[in-house]
């Protein structure tokens, strides 16, 4: 046997002894060689899924290179289902038709050429997936975010933008496009995440209307505010999928979590998908099937949403809201 050993460069520079070589070129493995191989092993486990988390997506048509174009502020409410082409094209036209970005945290780049071919005259359309946190503390992500002229956050699943994305350079850079008048939008579930107040669905399933009305501190309702701050949106809750999802139930009990805990006081104001309507409490609580009754508003057992005394829970919500409403866009 040969004295030579046989080294290899590890990562940061890190050098590991493999055994010796004999003339007939075997490496003969050593007690030093076996611990150096698993040292090597546990470094890459340590380093590729890091490195993996890191991992963002970005598919881009058009032009390649940004351009810098005059801006007007807006703001646009797509309440799930059917995309409205006409309010891409709003944004686009608002954008200066400069570089619209759509972001989401799962789904794939499907919108690009839908809005391209609504948006001929757009520099670029580009879309961003950032799926987890390690992404969303990117450098990159939140520069491309900073580029664009024209933003949108797809649909998919609130829970994931709230946990992904809240506290994090993504939401800085939201907040800096807002603040520089760039036109913001959200359909679905990123509708869901633009309004002051945000049904977060951080449980381990949604709510329903039945479950919420049954009792409004239901574990499955988890409320936060003040994602992104759109001065328009203040004091309202955004929840999409209005009729076709039977939400009329789970979003009176919002506004009840909403006003006991001291945020804001509670009525609310409805947005269909094709025209802005002001409903009542009484009239919108008509249109939803969820028919439960609440019995106290007050965070104590049993944990309901109507003031003892009063049969109505229409009448009990009104006479709580004596001061500006909390009003809900639905």
Not at 91 to 97: E, H
Not at 260 to 276: D, H, I, K, V
Request: contains cysteine.
């Amino acid at each position: 046997m040969i004295g030579m050993s046989i080294h290899a460069q590890g990562y940061n520079g890190a050098v590991f002894d493999f055994g010796q070589k004999t003339r007939s070129n075997h490496i003969v493995p050593t007690e030093l060689s076996m611990k150096s191989i698993a040292a090597v092993l546990l470094t890459c486990l340590a380093i590729l899924p890091a490195q993996a988390a890191k991992k963002y997506s970005y598919f881009r048509v058009g032009n390649a290179n940004d351009v810098t174009t005059a801006t007007t502020a807006g703001t646009v409410l797509m309440g799930g289902g059917a995309d409205v082409d006409a309010a891409f094209q709003w944004m686009c036209q608002r954008s200066g038709n400069g570089d619209f970005l759509v972001i989401r945290a799962t789904g794939t780049d499907a919108f690009n050429p839908d809005i391209q071919q609504l948006c001929p005259n757009q520099n670029s359309v580009a879309t961003l997936i950032i799926p987890n946190v390690a992404a969303a503390n990117d450098p990159d992500v939140a520069s491309i975010i900073q580029h664009a002229e024209a933003l949108i956050i797809a649909g998919g699943d609130q829970s994931d933008y709230i946990k992904f994305w809240q506290g994090t350079p993504v939401e800085s850079a939201l907040n800096g496009l807002i603040a520089a008048g760039v036109p913001i939008g959200g359909t679905s579930a990123g509708m869901n995440v633009l309004s002051q107040f945000v049904y977060t669905a951080l449980a381990s399933q949604g709510v329903t209307s039945s479950q919420a009305l049954a009792d409004p501190y239901n574990k499955y309702i988890t409320l936060g505010e003040n994602f992104v701050n759109l001065s328009i949106l203040q004091g309202l809750i955004d929840d999409p999928h209005f009729v076709t999802r039977d939400r009329m139930g789970r979003d009176l009990a919002f506004l009840c979590q909403i006003y006991n805990n001291g945020w804001s006081t509670a009525l609310a104001t409805l947005l269909s998908t094709s025209r802005r309507r002001y409903f009542s409490i009484r009239k919108a609580m008509a249109q939803s099937s969820a028919t439960a009754p609440f019995t106290s508003c007050r965070r104590r057992a049993p944990r309901k949403c109507v003031s003892p005394g009063l049969r109505s829970p229409i009448r009990a919500l009104a006479s709580i809201a004596s001061t500006p409403p909390v009003r809900s866009i639905l």
